[in-house]
């Protein structure tokens, strides 16, 4: 949780905040063989998930992608079909082709190639300071470090061919943002890390809700992350829940959308209690925030 010096700093610049909470136009396209194509945002810029929708006539049985090396594997709900996607922070601004292949009832395939522009991000940058075993950690924390680098590794190469989410996307906690995805951090004076998350300013004992549904594949303390939840939401989704104060499910647990699965916190590298929800598509780190603004239809997933 940020000081309030540092919150007035960031601002959180009520027009980030504001822009945050826009609804999100649709960009569109028109495909050959009578498809088109729209993607949430309209702009989008490093750091994005993408929610790509193809209106297809009936003939099409399939419809896969690959974009920026990631493959997609899109999903029918009424007459379109949808694919989550998403855009690597470090992903330079510039124009990136969405390679789509169409496959027909009869076996034949059509492939489409349309070219879409990433725009920069603009994200800020903030000074904290967290205790120092932290920053300069000590052999000993080294080592529990090192062990958990093995847990995560393992946790993330978790691989669900089945998309298990299902509709849009829910916020965690009710609770205003108090710092963004994006932001450089600076811990006592140096640069460590970027925050590749959205943090909620909530008291320790908050409930804290699935942000969609999937199976809790990690459910215990880790040295940075502190007390960490992660639910694995099918085809390379995750949710990640940090600085928890209790577990309110265990391992192997199936959630539903906003179940509540703990209680918030400040364990880890905290500076002080609140909720760090992550989003991770395909070894990605996307933006929270955006993700839960995209309209997505409530549709079943297939058993």
């Known amino acids: 949780m940020l000081s309030s010096a540092v919150q007035r700093y960031v601002g959180f610049p009520t027009l980030l905040l504001a822009m945050a909470c826009l609804t999100l136009p649709v960009q569109g396209k028109v495909l050959s063989r009578g498809s088109a194509i729209k993607w949430q945002p309209a ?3 490093n750091g994005s998930p993408i929610l790509f929708q193809i209106a297809a006539p009936s003939r099409v049985q399939k419809i896969s992608a690959t974009w920026l090396g990631h493959q997609l594997n ?5 007459d379109s079909w949808y694919s989550l996607a998403g855009v690597p922070v470090e992903t330079a601004p510039g124009t990136y082709e969405l390679k789509l292949t169409e496959t027909l009832l009869k076996g034949s395939s059509a492939e489409i190639t349309r070219k879409i522009k990433v725009a920069a991000g603009v994200y ?6 967290v205790a120092k075993k932290y920053t300069e950690p000590n052999p000993e924390q080294l080592r529990d470090i090192s062990a958990d680098k093995e847990v995560k590794q393992k946790t993330f190469s978790t691989e669900t061919a089945q998309r298990l989410w299902a509709g849009g ?33 909530v008291p320790a004992g908050t409930p804290v809700h699935a942000v969609n549904r999937g199976t809790v594949i990690l459910a215990r303390q880790l040295y ?14 995750f949710s990640l829940y940090l600085h928890l104060s209790e577990f309110r499910v265990k391992e192997g647990d199936q959630i539903e959308t906003g179940q509540l699965i703990a209680l918030s916190g400040g364990s880890g590298r905290a500076t002080g209690p609140h909720l760090h929800l992550a989003i991770r598509w395909q070894g990605v780190y996307l933006n929270p925030a955006l993700l839960l603004q995209l309209s997505i239809p409530d549709q079943q997933v297939p058993e």
Not at 124 to 129: A, F, M, R
């Open 74 to 78: 899109f999903f029918r709900s009424g």
């Open 169 to 201: 996307f829910v916020a965690p906690v009710s609770a205003a943002i108090s710092d963004v995805f994006g932001t450089a951090r600076v811990f006592n004076q140096e640069v460590q890390s970027r925050h590749l998350g959205l943090d909620y300013g």
């Open 124 to 129: 800020p940058k903030i000074t904290v300071s």
């Open 43 to 45: 702009k989008i810029v």
């Open 224 to 237: 940075f992350e502190g007390n960490c939840v992660v639910i694995d939401h099918g085809q390379g989704l």
